[in-house]
Nanobody, 127 residues
Framework: QVQLVESGGGLVQAGGSLRLSCVASGRIFSSATMAWFRQAPGKEREFVAAISWSGGNTNYADSVKGRFTISRDNAKNTVYLQMNSLKPEDTAVYYC????????????????????WGQGTQVTVSS
């Protein structure tokens, strides 16, 4: 199983930027699709962005397209989420997740596709 540790969350004003990082342990990192999900208080966990094992494919929720960018560095076992033009509705706990399998890609990732999760990092956007 992959161990995941997120960092980079914080408090930012609307229109600002943050960069989240997720460091993974385990040798299967470079073979697994990685994703970011988020969960706001009182709401279900929702998909934000995903990136395939090679970085060749990415997918975003409509709500973040054009503002967020997911990337990965397999040499560093790290996946990133660059968040620009942040809005108050982006406020949530952000979770990094690793696919249960290897070399799999889904058009619309869902939480149960992912078997390893980080502890989450809080992102708060003030208006």
């Amino acid at each position: 199983q992959v161990q995941l540790v997120e960092s980079g969350g914080g408090l930012v004003q609307a229109g600002g930027s943050l960069r989240l990082s997720c460091v993974a342990s385990g040798r299967i990192f470079s073979s697994a699709t990685m994703a970011w999900f988020r969960q706001a208080p009182g709401k279900e966990r929702e998909f934000v962005a995903a990136i395939s094992w090679s970085g060749g494919n990415t997918n975003y929720a409509d709500s973040v397209k054009g503002r967020f960018t997911i990337s990965r560095d397999n040499a560093k076992n790290t996946v990133y989420l660059q968040m620009n033009s942040l809005k108050p509705e982006d406020t949530a706990v952000y979770y990094c997740a690793a696919d249960r399998g290897i070399f799999r890609w889904a058009v619309t990732p869902i939480p149960r596709d992912f078997g390893s999760w980080g502890q989450g990092t809080q992102v708060t956007v003030s208006s």
